[in-house]
């Protein structure tokens, strides 16, 4: 049973417009999420977090919103760019923590020039 | 910057064989973690050391990988013997976790084991 799910496999959008990339989770322990960028043959590098006391965490084009009710977040890149290219991983951890991270499966955006 | 260090990057070899996979974690983090990423698991998370002390590897098939930390710039996730079904990317990451798991410090990942058995 996946607890954190990404349902779109793949995204494409066009430089310059809004990529909007999704994220549900089932864990009600969940109180801590993040968003990863993967890159071919690199590891995952962290992107941005947040913590569900909040709704809401911006740094620069990354915006993630969280909505605790439906257990759901989504990550905001504003305006894309063609680096932005990447599959996005969405995490989740509980106790406040980044220990014993449950990521979901990706999801691959492209954008085009 | 820092960086988690992971070697080899690629491992091609043959069922029945050992594999040894190494990591060295970021200077200062306390926290040592291993996932498996394969297309339809995505990434799971096999084991992790707090201060070399193992804390969890529920996620790890007991029989044949073993992971352990001979010391603080090294990590060691072994499989032996290989099968076909181990092929996957593993990957190493590291992190500065608080007492009691508290932390809103990220996980950092090293670029991964490519691992192919024949």
């Known amino acids: 049973d996946q607890q954190v799910k990404q349902n779109s496999p793949s995204l494409s959008v066009q430089e310059g417009r809004i990529s909007i990339l999704n994220c549900d989770y089932t864990?009600?322990?969940?109180?801590?999420f993040l968003w990863y960028k993967k890159y071919p043959a690199e590891g995952p590098t962290f992107l941005i977090s947040?913590?569900?006391?909040?709704d809401k965490n911006e740094d620069g084009r990354f915006t993630v919103f969280l909505n605790k009710s439906a257990k759901h977040l989504s990550l905001h890149i504003v305006p894309s760019q063609p680096g932005d290219s990447a599959v996005y991983f969405c995490?989740?951890?509980?106790?406040?923590?980044?220990?014993?991270?449950?990521f979901g499966k990706g999801t691959k955006l492209t954008v085009n020039p | 910057d820092a960086r988690v260090t992971q070697t080899p990057r690629h491992k091609v070899t043959e069922m029945g064989q050992e594999v040894t996979m190494r990591c060295q974690p970021i200077?200062?983090?306390?926290?040592v973690f291993w996932y498996r990423q394969t297309m339809m698991q995505g990434l799971e998370l096999l084991a992790y050391?707090?201060?070399?002390?193992?804390?969890?590897d529920s996620g790890m098939p007991k029989d044949r990988f073993s992971a352990e930390m001979p010391d603080a710039t090294l990590a060691t996730l072994k499989i032996q013997p290989s099968e076909p079904r181990d092929s996957a990317v593993y990957f190493c990451?590291?992190?500065?976790?608080?007492?009691?798991?508290?932390?809103?410090?990220?996980?950092?990942f090293g670029d991964g084991t490519r691992l192919s058995i024949l």
């Open positions: 990451a590291s992190g500065l976790i608080r007492q009691g798991g508290y932390s809103n410090q990220p996980q950092h």
């Open positions: 864990n009600s322990m969940f109180d801590y």
């Open positions: 947040i913590s569900s006391i909040k």
């Open positions: 995490a989740a951890g509980s106790q406040g923590g980044s220990e014993k991270l449950v």
């Open positions: 200077l200062g983090h306390n926290t």
């Open positions: 050391f707090r201060n070399r002390a193992p804390l969890d």
